[in-house]
Every structure is written in C-alpha cells, then in structure tokens.
C-alpha cells in the first residue's frame, strides 16, 4: 500500500488546542495527549495508526505518550511511532513532545524489569533505535521497584538527561513517600522532576484523596491522568451492558465482570448530566480530570480518529457548576 505523502495542516495551533504549563517548568502540554498503550501495535494495520498520530497533530496534539512494552507484541507500538518519525514526522520532531518510560516487564532474565541502573538504561536504548530519534523529551520511571535501591533507580535517571538521551524525567505511580524522597533527590542533583502520571477518573480519585495533587502542586510538579475515561467505561459504549465488540467483552484489562448492574446505573446518570451540559460521557469525564488543579494533560487513546475527535471536544467544555461538580461527586461515589 502506497502511503500519501503528509503536510500537516498550518492551522494546528489554531484549532482550539489548550496548551497547559507543567508544573513549574518550561514545557506547555496540550490538554489532551495521544496514548498508544493500546490500538497501536503490530496487531493493528499500520496505516490506521499512522492517520491517527497525523490527525492529532493536525489538532494540535503534540504530546505523545508510549512505554517500552507498549503494544502486542511489546516493543510494536514505539516502532509504529518510528515508521510515523520516519515516513512523515521526522521534519517537525522539534515540535513534537515523546515520552517514554521503562519499567514493566520488557525482556527475558533479571534485567528486563524494575527498577535497576542497567535495565532503565538499556531500555531507553532500545526505545530509541524503536522510534527512530535521537532523545526523548521525558523518561518515566514506570513504577516503583522495592528491591533496587532508589538512588539507584534515581541517578540513572539523573545520569540519562546528562547523556542527553532524555531533556526530563518523570515518575509514574510511586508511593507518595517514595515519590517525596525522588522529587527532592532530583532537584538537589539539577535534574527537576518534571511530571507524574497516575490513574484519575471520576470513578478512580485516588491521587486527589490521597493529598497528591494538592502536594505535587506545591513541588511545582506536573500531572498527566492515564486511564481518565476509565478503560472506556466512562463513555458510551456500556450504558446498556456489555457490548460483544467492546474491551470488557475480550478481557483485556477490563472484565465483564466488573461492568456490574450497579456500575451501570451510575454510568447512566453520568451520561444523563453529561447530556445536560451539552456534551457526550467521555467529553465531560475528561473536562473533570481537566477540572482538577494541578492536572497537566489527560492521555487518551483511541482506535479511530471519529472517537480520538469526541475526546478533544473536552478541551471546549463548558466551566462546571458548583451543582454539577456535587451531582457528579454524589453518583460516582453512591
């Protein structure tokens, strides 16, 4: 299949995109980001792939958001992303924001996993060959390790921006504690955390009832929500139960199980204040996250362009009413 050739549109910065500051930093994301945690692996046609990571940054999406393990099999999303670098991107990378993180399972034996100096560092290597570029704009630690140490874990990062493979480095879903003791290790070491990235939905508060945010706001630290439309639940597609196509359906990090009578009920009169605020289900959860102080970017995946556009209309939201914010609170929590 011959692949047209691209020109973005030279409107993109005039679409209607926000652009938030992270955290005390120089860095300004767009409100959404594009994940390829899923939809963008070998699994999927390539040029499906490639037509949505154009049509985000023909909208003003910059902000682009991958893991080592990403994709089926792992590595295969990164590879998408670097055939997209190669045959399309590659004139406007100083425009782009990629980030990268290592920390899951990647490879066989003791150092395809955690946390140590050799397996982060390893990792970043590998990601790079992947996606056919020279850095990364921000590398995640993907997760806490309990064995290796943390200055460990800590200074390969510190030592990755020096070797100018990454411009910053993150955190993702760290124990507050741990996550007290990096920020203050980085910043005494040049090397700001510039953002952490958690799970928050409407259904799924965790990071605000824990006092996080509140925190990460006074450290200056910037916030990015994976997971904000709650693996799709927080959309249309299970206001009647369980679709046959849908990803409850194929068990993959979302059960049908979960998808209770309960579950459903609320999802339904979240959809019905959704529908009072002139907005779909998925508009306005990502609206909430965006709603919360400290939220940087809200990282949304998609398997088409028509469903990647629904959740760009949250950058256009209406302001919540104090009404509303308690109506929501009242469902999600009843």
Known sequence: MTLQPYSPSVSRYESGMNYRR???????????????????????????????????????????????????????????FGRVMNDSLHPFRDELFIATKAGYDMWPGPYGNWGSRKYLTASLNQSLRRMNIDYVDLFYSHRYDPST??????????????????????????????????????????????????????????????????????????????????QGLLTSRYLKGVPADSRAASGRHLKASQVTPALVEKLVALDKVAGERGETLAQMALAWVLNTPGVTSVIVGCSSMEQFDDSLGAVSSAPFTASQLERIDAIARG
């Open 22 to 80: 992270c955290g005390r930093s120089g860095i300004l994301l767009p409100e959404v980001s594009l994940g390829l945690w899923q939809n963008f692996g070998a699994d999927r046609p390539y040029s499906l792939s490639r037509d949505i990571i154009l049509h985000a940054f023909d909208r003003g999406v910059v902000s682009f958001d991958l893991a080592n393990n990403y994709g089926i099999p792992y590595g295969s999303a990164e590879e998408t």
């Open 149 to 230: 140490p943390l200055e460990e874990t800590l200074q390969a990062l510190v030592d990755i921006v020096k070797q100018g493979k990454a411009l910053y480095v993150g955190i993702s879903r760290w124990p507050l504690e741990a996550m007290k003791y990096a920020v203050s290790y980085l910043a005494e070491r040049d090397t700001p955390c510039l953002v952490f990235q958690d799970k928050l939905n409407i259904l799924d508060r965790a990071p605000i009832e824990s006092g996080l945010t509140e925190w990460l706001v006074s450290e200056g630290c910037g916030f990015t929500s994976f997971s904000p439309l709650a």
